[in-house]
């Protein structure tokens, strides 16, 4: 189970760290940070120490005491302040983590996800991201940036949700109400491309059961592609197979 859940740490790791290293700007930066920061350093604490990355109660900490740990536990960089280094078993140097840069990130993040003052993602915070990929723990972002397609899939569904956040606010409450209910007399036109009674699903964006579902995703786990009727969000089908996958995997760790 700890090497399962290692890997899985590392790959949502590298995922969404590629998506930043192609676009630090993209819609949900700061959340994919903070994702990616926790899992990145979640595996390499657990690499490193384990146990340590687990509060009291067994839950993983957040990326904040991760870096708690770390400044506490690894060496001091002696001739750059704020940095800490990890050594691989024959002593060599392993990794630099930029524990000043990352917790002044932690900073900005917070305060764009939690509207609490300005705060900006900014290029050297995800480059001191990017540093920890070079851990044995992870190894990853080279492989996800040779799936540049994922990449790019990612980051044109991160927009898509801005510009159908958009357009619901531009038609209003009543009108998304209206196409909702008009929704509810969508007829698949062929019935076999989905399962019994999911014609319609929930839209993660507008929240109204209004997802046209034109197909399912391969694995059996009943996440449909499709169209929202109400703010026009778009589900491609890679992402309603990327979303099966975490479903899938969530089960598996939970069994």
Wanted: aromatic share 4%; glycine share 8%.
């Amino acid at each position: 189970m700890q090497v399962e859940m290692q890997r899985h740490r590392a790959e949502q790791y590298g995922r969404l760290a590629a998506v930043l290293e192609k676009d630090h700007e993209v819609p949900g930066a700061a959340a994919i940070f903070d994702q990616a920061l926790s899992c990145g350093l979640a595996a390499i604490v657990a690499h490193e120490w384990p146990g340590e990355e687990l509060k009291k109660n067994a839950d993983v900490k957040s990326a904040r005491f991760l870096l708690d740990v770390v400044k506490t536990k690894a060496e001091e960089c002696p001739d750059r302040a704020g940095v800490r280094i990890l050594r691989g078993s024959d002593g060599s140097l392993d990794v630099r983590i930029e524990c000043k840069t990352l917790v002044e990130a932690i900073d900005h993040t917070a305060a764009i996800r939690h509207a609490r003052g300005v705060g900006e993602l900014k290029r050297p915070h995800v480059d001191a991201l990017l540093e920890l990929d070079a851990h044995d723990a992870l190894l990853q972002v080279l492989d996800e940036q040779r799936e540049s397609d994922w990449v790019k899939e990612e980051i044109r569904q991160r927009h898509d949700r801005m510009r159908a956040s958009d357009y619901l606010e531009l038609i209003g409450e009543e009108e998304a109400e209206r196409r909702a209910k008009a929704a509810e007399d969508f007829v698949v036109i062929s019935p076999g491309d989905v399962d019994d009674g999911a014609a319609l699903d929930t839209c993660p964006v507008c929240g109204w059961e209004a997802l046209a579902v034109s197909g399912i995703d391969p694995f059996g786990a009943g996440v449909g592609s499709g169209a929202c009727f109400v703010c026009s969000y778009v589900r491609s089908v890679v992402e309603a197979e990327d979303l099966a996958r975490g479903a899938m995997m969530a089960r598996h760790m939970d069994g």
